[in-house]
């Protein structure tokens, strides 16, 4: 659960919320009588980018050097992490390629459309919401789904919904509800509130991307069902992914948050029993198409599409991580690398680098964060030595 420096910086961040929301007192009651998280309240979740960076994301690190030692290698860490501004949008990106993949294999086992379908606890019911509540509620949306005939599928959890007032500012701005629509605005806080948080209040619901031959709607008094598109293409299934999953709810000090958690029958089902890995591959192809991206067949990971054909790199590289297999496997080479051009200003920093690298990659003392030979820590480059920044995603 949310730490009280946590809860604090919230605070700092969201600045004092007056008395626009119902919850504010439990939220600082908690704080005193140390039981805060009884009842929920709108900073019980974060949504992704919303967050902090980790301290290191974006600190450059040495990736390579030159095999004519004359030239390093600066790439960014990113931390990788939902909430980080930084990494968020790639964390989404491959969320949306594992789920769409799943789904789009589901899809054709199956010969099934996949929908779009809302599940909703009755606005009246989100009165006081404890975390009890929340954990009940899950149980009870998936129980009523399923005696409504939706056999399963995936779903995003939405803690919140914006308020109606806004949806009208923001709509006669221009925005829109859909894939360019509210959260957008939301997000970059386009009515100019004290935070983002200001615009919202607490409705928590499921979206599921889900499979039936037919739904029936439920307006039960606790639960609202309802089925409102079929999604046709992958690039349905990829945009709408994408879009719940700008704005699901993420537990604020969580940094192993599920928001795309498979259910029913699609826990279950496992598309290598189903297809053969060509069709497989086939579909991982068609939705990293559909997201813009590249999908890498060996590493099975979709990778940013570089348009330009790259430009002649002059450099040879040596990946820092290949003085760790050449220290062990074969030592003459690090050793012959190391020796030569010593007593030069650019041999001394690279074996200065190399020597910093081989102290720190196998620290088990070290989070896997610190081992890294960071460019900040060393001295002021030799004018003889060339630094290529490097822009690659590196997590
Ligand atoms: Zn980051």
Redesign the pocket.
Known sequence: MMSDSTLASHFQTVGHPGVLFGHLENAYDVEVNGDPWEVLNLWSWTIPGKGF??DY??RRKVSAVSATKDAVKATPL????VQ?P??YEWWMSERVFETSVKVMAYSRVHDQTPLAISVSEHPDTVVDYTWKDYQNSFVRMYRRMKRRNIVGGYRIFHPYRIQMRYQNEMREMGYADGSQGFWKGVRENVLGLPSWYYYLELGPHLHVIGFSDWVDECNDKDIVIRNYSTLDTVNDVVGHIRYLLTHCGILADEDTSKPTMPWGSMHRFKMEDHLTPDQIWQIKREVAEAMGVSYNQIKDKIEVKREEPEEEDPYDWIPLYQFKVYSQISEENTNAYLAWKIGTPEGDYINDIIMRYLAVIDDDDLPQSERHVFLQDLGDPPDTLTIVYDDEVDQ
């Open positions: 960076p980790a994301c974006m990113k931390c990788g992490r980080c930084n990494c």
